[in-house]
């Protein structure tokens, strides 16, 4: 069980910080927000490939979009936060019937099956966060 009040293992977000984070950058490959950030070909090829192992995503990794301070709460509860993040994964799905890539703000372009790897990743690393895996 997370509520607002759930503690971290490392980082500042508490437990509904944590959801709407993870909502945010469903939204960003969902096309909702533009990470308009630039990533050179050169960085996306030499970070991409990442995607494609079994590592994890680092403790204290930061995208450059990020504030140093978690957002302000978006909603009034947990619950509504986390009815917000079964949306954005709805729109994701439904995003990529007819779009072919969006830019992550790191790893650069990423097509349906990268932005797939990716939320593994970053769901994993939050849970973690959170003692939920």
């Given at each position: 069980?997370?509520?607002?009040?759930s503690k971290?293992?490392?980082g500042?977000?508490?437990?509904?910080?944590?959801i709407?984070?993870?909502?945010?950058l469903?939204?960003?490959?969902?096309?909702?927000?533009?990470?308009?950030?630039y990533?050179?070909d050169e960085?996306?090829?030499?970070r991409?490939?990442f995607?494609?192992t079994?590592?994890?995503?680092q403790?204290?990794?930061?995208a450059p979009?990020l504030?140093?301070e978690p957002?302000?709460?978006k909603?009034?509860?947990v619950?509504?936060?986390?009815n917000?993040?079964?949306?954005?994964?709805d729109?994701?799905k439904?995003?990529?019937?007819?779009a072919?890539?969006?830019?992550?703000?790191?790893?650069?372009?990423?097509?349906?099956?990268?932005?797939?790897?990716?939320h593994?990743?970053?769901f994993?690393?939050?849970?973690?966060?959170f003692?939920?895996?």
């Amino acid at each position: 069980m997370i509520d607002k009040n759930s503690k971290p293992i490392f980082g500042k977000m508490n437990g509904q910080q944590m959801i709407e984070h993870l909502s945010f950058l469903l939204q960003i490959s969902n096309g909702k927000v533009a990470a308009d950030y630039y990533v050179s070909d050169e960085k996306s090829a030499r970070r991409k490939p990442f995607l494609n192992t079994e590592g994890e995503l680092q403790v204290g990794f930061k995208a450059p979009l990020l504030s140093e301070e978690p957002n302000d709460l978006k909603f009034n509860s947990v619950g509504e936060a986390i009815n917000d993040l079964f949306i954005q994964i709805d729109d994701f799905k439904i995003h990529f019937e007819t779009a072919k890539a969006e830019n992550h703000p790191f790893f650069g372009e990423l097509d349906y099956a990268y932005w797939q790897k990716f939320h593994v990743k970053h769901f994993t690393h939050h849970f973690k966060q959170f003692g939920l895996v």
